[in-house]
């Protein structure tokens, strides 16, 4: 087995030198074409290249047992686990000599810690709401597991009562190279997380299902809920053929501790799995999704190479007519584009819109609730001190914002989210149409023919939400009104709490309005930057090749000698095929 594994990954190196070759090779026409989008997709795709790290998240709803799983495979007790919500930020876990970690800030500092500190930084009991600005932490440990180049990664609850767990863990997705999203047989799925799988299939390249504590029921009731999920699983998510492993987390650790080798656990079918992925499946889609990249930037030159060979061919007066013809049809694509950006700004200005009156709507709904409960608290607390009377009321206060909003927020994310899926689905339909027709019209007048290769991007929105409320009852009162008598104190105390929960609400919600304009701004920004970068590059080039002088071409050579075999190339690993005899061949040009 491990000598298969070995030869497998030979293969896919060598795959991957083969497609950095071609990186290299476009790096050039990119320097004589002086193409900055060119340049950039490529180094981001030679960066991916060079990355050779496996992100393999562990995903689902709180209390699932994400972290005892993790503590399974590495098998130790690594991460804090419990029976209340802990992990409130991100958690990698990757290969090293010695145990060790590391907490990184959003201020970019960096700072280690001792690995039992842990849960003073990751945990939501320690740091709720990430108060301490965490940004992700960071675990080495010396495990067979990890050795392979597998970074584990520990994501919080979706489900939580606290909205920005479920939030920093769907911010995470795009850097999944593959998730194991931990069920359990108590009960075995719930709407939450159907809705959470089906949402973040098409985002995560693998998803395999654990179905954890499997050592509180029978193998038959087992086997039952494994059928019942798959069912599930194939129906309602759309998964045709899901991937479900029976385990148990306790038995795990108690077989790792004993060297017991029954196997009763599931561990060691699951590892088996892991690995296999590990070694061949997920490298393969990867290499697969870059070749397919440059396959699209390499045809779209070629198709810009031939126009200019073709052009170069022709007669003055025809060629200025054509020439004349193609920037009338260049023209009318970026007009098509400009309405489309146009369009675009449209649509999400009516999202804008409508977060905004269900936020009004809902601070509405909401005040008369935090007022009864704010009776609630006067009724259940008579007698309180008045120092304690005051903390009791500014937690009250932090809690009924979150309260008021958390729900509200991770609903209305939700919808937002969909409707940006919506866009970028039909904007990315439009800009590949709008492109279609160009490449129609340019092979058309020049008879070249015309290979289309869509590009795709999304449209995605990130979410960072913090409240904030002030301290009511902090140093006013202690000054002023808690020096008054007991039987005036309350009344005074509560009516003006009752104008603070007011203020507040409407404040927060001020904030979360803002926040939402924000990010929806900035989401849409990098969206337009990607439609305009992929009809920038199809232009650009097209209007290069017509400018290009014949002197300048007989002094580099024809293109389609190196964009030749880059496309062969692409389109063989496309195919399944190995590229070692292809680039071998390839790396000397």
């Known amino acids: 087995m491990t000598g298969h594994i070995h030869d497998i990954r030979s293969s896919l190196r060598t795959d991957r030198r083969a497609l950095l070759n071609s990186i290299e090779v476009l790096s050039a026409f990119a320097l004589r074409n002086n193409s900055d989008d060119l340049k950039t997709s490529l180094t981001t795709l030679s960066e991916k290249l060079k990355k050779d790290r496996f992100n393999l998240a562990v995903l689902g709803q709180m209390k699932r047992g994400k972290s005892s799983f993790v503590n399974a495979l590495l098998g130790a007790e690594i991460l804090p686990t419990g029976i209340l919500p802990l992990t409130s930020v991100i958690t990698r876990v990757k290969f090293g000599q010695a145990a060790e970690a590391a907490i990184r800030y959003k201020s970019g500092h960096t700072e280690p810690i001792e690995l039992h500190r842990l849960s003073e930084y990751i945990t939501e009991a320690n740091n709720p709401g990430n108060w301490k600005d965490v940004a992700s932490a960071e675990v080495a440990y010396p495990s067979d597991f990890l050795r392979m180049g597998i970074d584990l990664i520990d994501t919080p609850g979706i489900g939580s009562t606290h ?163 193609l920037e009338s049809a260049l023209s009318r694509c970026e007009q098509e584009f400009a309405d489309l950006r146009h369009l675009l700004r449209q649509d999400v200005a009516t999202i804008a819109k409508t977060v905004e009156e269900d936020l009004k709507d809902h601070v509405a709904s909401t005040t008369p609730r935090a007022r009864e409960n704010l009776l609630r608290l006067k009724n259940e607390h008579p007698t309180e001190t008045r120092h304690r009377l005051g903390r009791l009321l500014d937690q009250f206060l932090r809690d009924q914002v979150e309260l008021s909003f958390d ?129 920038g590059f199809v232009s650009d080039n097209l209007r290069l090749v017509l400018d290009r002088r014949v002197d300048e071409t007989a002094t580099t050579g024809s293109p389609l000698e190196e964009l030749d075999p880059i496309i062969a190339q692409c389109s063989a690993l496309l195919c399944g095929e190995n590229l070692s005899t292809e680039f071998s061949a390839t790396g000397a040009g």
């Open 163 to 325: 909205l920005h767990n479920t939030s920093t863990t769907e911010s995470y997705l795009n850097e999944i190279d593959a998730g194991i999203v931990v069920l359990s047989v108590d009960p075995p799925i719930t709407t939450l997380e159907s809705d959470f799988v089906r949402r973040i299939r098409k985002d995560v390249p693998k998803l395999l299902f654990v179905i954890n504590k499997t050592d509180i029921v029978t193998p038959a009731e087992s086997e039952s809920v494994r059928r019942f999920l798959e069912g599930e699983l194939r129906n309602r998510v759309g998964i045709e053929n899901p991937e479900l492993f029976p385990f148990s987390a306790r038995r795990a650790m108690e077989e790792r501790e004993s060297q017991n080798s029954e196997g009763l656990s599931g561990l060691r079918e699951l590892t088996k799995r892991l690995h296999h992925f590990a070694a061949e499946e997920r490298e393969h889609t990867f290499l697969q999704s870059v070749g397919l990249d440059i396959l699209r930037l390499a045809g779209t030159l070629r198709f810009a190479a031939l126009v200019g060979e073709r052009a170069r061919s022709m007669s003055g007066d025809d060629l200025e007519s054509k020439r004349r013809a």
């Open 407 to 535: 729900g509200w927020c991770a609903r209305e994310d939700q919808y937002v989210q969909t409707r940006l899926g919506e866009l970028s689905h039909r904007f990315i339909e439009r800009t590949n149409a709008v492109l279609v027709r160009l490449q129609n019209a340019a092979g058309a007048l020049f008879d070249v023919p015309v290979s289309h290769i869509g590009f795709t991007t999304s449209l995605t929105m990130e979410s960072h939400l913090h409240y904030y409320t002030e301290p009511v009852f902090h140093f006013q009162l202690d000054k002023l009104v808690f020096a008054l008598p007991r039987f005036l104190l309350r009344p005074i105390v509560f009516r003006r709490m009752g104008a603070f929960i007011d203020l507040e609400l409407r404040r927060n919600s001020g904030r979360i309005r803002v926040d939402y304009v924000d990010r929806l701004e900035r989401s849409v920004a990098t969206f337009e930057h990607d439609l305009k970068s992929a009809v």
